[in-house]
């Protein structure tokens, strides 16, 4: 079986939304000796000034940087700065000298986001902060577990497997089992193992969870028999790297309070993605020293097919009874009449805890909405305005984005574009990492570093 090492990009998230692990070996501990160089309000650390980051927010939003007081939830709406005030509170830490870089712990969900508030991060500072550690979830916890890999059973060169490869030992492990795959399909059943990890159940819990539920109990046969395999060739899956880092963090009290010394700060943007083994961590870090600020709408999580859960937003307060709440309602991206559109249609969500989005911006083109009678007439319409605002009215096929909500859309949209000839690309289709000759050159690598393997 082939394996990477690590970057798998799993095959089923949206292009811009891909998880991959970037892992970096350097784990440094606190440094409780080395001195933060205090600054004045005024002051400067290199060429970040307090004054001048605060000077780039509105009232709400240098609220949310400015606050001390404990968690600190910021709920707002798409476009609104939730990003710029996870970086520029990072920024503004930094500057007042409360705090050093190894000191900050900033998360999110996808890759993408993670790389953006980086970006913005070493922007405002002005220069790259290898100490800062600004990245996904899943990529915190595989360079957690390289330091510490040890407490919870595996060695430290543990393999990460990609999606493909989870899937072919998953395959194996039906095959061995005798499970029927033409009734219970391997992914069905992969989704429920990874399900069940993502709410931080053991095999045996889940089987006892779901006793007398036979699909379940299947699974509870698969998940058992998966994960003896995956320790035997010592890999982890995605969702084990959370898995395991929620383990050490539970058994092993002085590791969680290494890493509650080291970060004194953490900030979570997206919140609304995570899903609940992932509040647990973050949880799990805050719950004594409390300097947490998460932000997040709750009216756009989109990732609740992966677990996420927006109740973390919902119920962030349960934890944290005496947490602020700062909204930013002022958006900055859109135009008033897609404020307006979509205000109304998000007004009709339930179990939101509410917020009222507006611009300075001018109104703007009206918004249209078409509905058709199919999926082929969906495509055609689009195609025609593509090609009418393209022949008459100067555009480029380049000025246009189709969006879709599943990749099943896309087929139709496809023939379509051919048909009328409209030139365009398909973005989200194979991972990098999953294309053949990738994985090859990766399974070539990785029978250098361990020849022992096949
Ligand atoms: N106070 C502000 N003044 C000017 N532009 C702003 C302000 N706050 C946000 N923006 C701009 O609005 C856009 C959206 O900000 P971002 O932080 O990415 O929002 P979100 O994360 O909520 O989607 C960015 O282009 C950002 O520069
Ligand atoms: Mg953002």
């Known amino acids: 079986m082939g394996r990477a090492s690590n970057g798998g990009l799993p095959k089923d998230l949206p292009m811009d939304k891909t998880v991959t692990i970037n892992e970096s070996t350097g784990l440094s501990g606190p440094r409780e000796h080395a001195q933060p160089r205090a600054l004045s309000a005024g002051g400067t650390m290199g060429r970040l000034s307090v004054q001048a980051l605060v000077k780039d927010?509105?009232?709400?939003?240098?609220?949310?940087?400015e606050y001390r007081g404990g968690p600190l939830l910021v709920l707002a709406g798409a476009g609104s700065g939730k990003t710029r005030v996870v970086t520029y509170r990072i920024a503004h830490l930094l500057a007042t000298g409360e705090v050093r870089p190894w000191n900050i712990l900033a998360m999110t969900f996808t890759n993408k986001a993670a790389r953006e508030m980086k970006d913005r991060v070493w922007g405002l500072l002005g220069r790259n902060e290898p100490e800062l550690w600004v990245s996904t979830f899943h990529s915190v916890c595989a360079r957690i577990l390289r330091g510490h890999a040890h407490l919870v059973g595996y060695p430290r060169e543990f393999t990460i497997l990609d999606q493909a490869d989870q899937h072919a030992l998953a395959?194996?492990?039906?095959?061995?089992?005798?499970l029927d795959t033409e009734r219970f399909p391997v992914g069905l059943l992969l989704q429920h193992v990874s399900n069940a990890k993502q709410?931080?159940?053991?095999?045996?819990?889940?089987?006892?969870?779901?006793?007398?539920?036979?699909l379940r109990g299947r699974v509870a046969g698969l998940y058992e028999h998966y994960q003896e395999k995956l320790r035997r060739i010592q890999a982890m899956d995605f969702d084990d790297l959370l898995f395991w880092v929620l383990t050490l963090f539970l058994e092993h009290q002085q590791v969680l309070e290494f890493y509650r010394t080291r970060w004194t700060q953490l900030l979570v943007d997206e919140f609304q993605d995570t899903n609940h083994i992932q509040y647990r961590i973050v949880k799990a870090l805050a719950e004594e020293h409390r300097q947490i600020c998460v932000v997040g709408d709750d009216d756009q999580s989109i990732y609740s097919w992966r677990g996420a859960d927006p109740t973390n937003i919902l119920e962030f307060d349960r934890d944290f009874p005496e947490?602020?709440?700062?909204?930013?309602?002022q958006n900055y991206?859109?135009?008033?009449?897609?404020?307006?559109?979509a205000s109304g249609l998000i007004q009709q969500n339930t179990m939101r805890r509410g917020k009222q989005l507006w611009t300075a911006n001018a109104p703007g083109d009206r918004v249209a909405v078409y509905l058709a009678k199919d999926e082929r007439e969906e495509a055609e319409f689009v195609a025609n305005e593509i090609r009418h605002l393209v022949l008459r009215e100067g555009f480029r096929a380049n000025d246009f984005a189709v969006f879709?909500?599943?990749h099943a859309q896309s087929r139709v949209l496809e023939e379509e574009f051919l048909d009328s000839r409209v030139p365009f690309a398909i973005y989200g289709s194979v991972g990098f990492y999953e294309r053949k000759e990738v994985k090859d050159v990766l399974?070539?690598?990785?029978?250098?570093?361990h020849p022992g393997e096949t």
Not at 57 to 65: D, W
Not at 333 to 341: D, E, G, K, L, V
């Open 333 to 341: 991206r859109s135009t008033s009449n897609i404020i307006q559109a």
């Open 57 to 65: 927010l509105n009232p709400s939003q240098r609220e949310a940087v």
């Open 199 to 214: 709410a931080f159940l053991s095999p045996g819990q889940y089987r006892s969870c779901w006793e007398g539920d036979y």
């Open 443 to 449: 399974a070539y690598l990785r029978a250098l570093v």
């Open 323 to 329: 947490v602020k709440v700062i909204r930013l309602e």
């Open 404 to 406: 879709y909500r599943t």
């Open 171 to 178: 395959k194996e492990c039906c095959r061995e089992l005798n």
